[in-house]
C-alpha cells in the first residue's frame, strides 16, 4: 500500500468508526423492548391495601377509593425535584377531583435533616402525621 493511501485509509477510519458506532447506539436506543421485561412487575395488578393519616388525624384507606385513579406522591424535603412537582400534583388535585381523582401526599421525614422552611403548608389531600 502506498503512502497516499495509507494516509487516505488513516483519515477516513475513525469517522467510519464513529458513524458505525452512532448507528448502532441509536439503533439500540429506538429498537422497541420484546423481552416482556420493561416496565414494572406491578403493572395491570391491585394496589396492595395500606392506610395513611390526614393532617387531620383521619384515616383514609386505599381500599375506600376502589375503582377511582389515585396518585400517590411519596416525596421530602430535601429534594429539590420533589418540591418543585408539589405545585403541578396540588394544582392537579383541585382541578381533577371533582373528576373522580385522588391525589395523596406522603412526605419522608429524617431526624438527620431538619430544615427550617421547608413545609408547604396544608394541602387538600391526605398526609401522614
Not at 7 to 21: G, S, T
Not at 25 to 33: F, I, K
Request: hydrophobic residues 40%; proline residues 10%; positive net charge.
Amino acid at each position: 500500500m502506498s503512502r497516499r493511501a495509507q494516509a487516505n485509509w488513516r483519515r477516513w477510519l475513525p469517522p467510519v468508526i464513529a458513524a458505525v458506532l452512532v448507528i448502532m447506539l441509536v439503533a439500540a436506543l429506538t429498537r422497541p423492548d420484546h423481552s416482556g421485561k420493561a416496565g414494572s412487575p406491578l403493572l395491570d395488578k391491585p394496589a396492595p391495601a395500606f392506610t395513611l393519616r390526614s393532617l387531620d388525624g383521619v384515616e383514609v384507606r386505599l381500599t375506600s377509593l376502589k375503582g377511582r385513579p389515585v396518585v400517590v406522591n411519596f416525596w421530602a424535603s430535601w429534594c429539590v425535584p420533589c418540591r418543585d412537582e408539589a405545585p403541578l400534583l396540588r394544582s392537579l388535585s383541585e382541578t381533577q377531583s371533582d373528576q373522580g381523582l385522588a391525589v395523596w401526599e406522603s412526605r419522608f421525614r429524617s431526624q438527620r435533616c431538619k430544615m427550617p422552611g421547608t413545609s408547604f403548608g396544608r394541602t387538600p389531600w391526605p398526609t401522614p402525621a
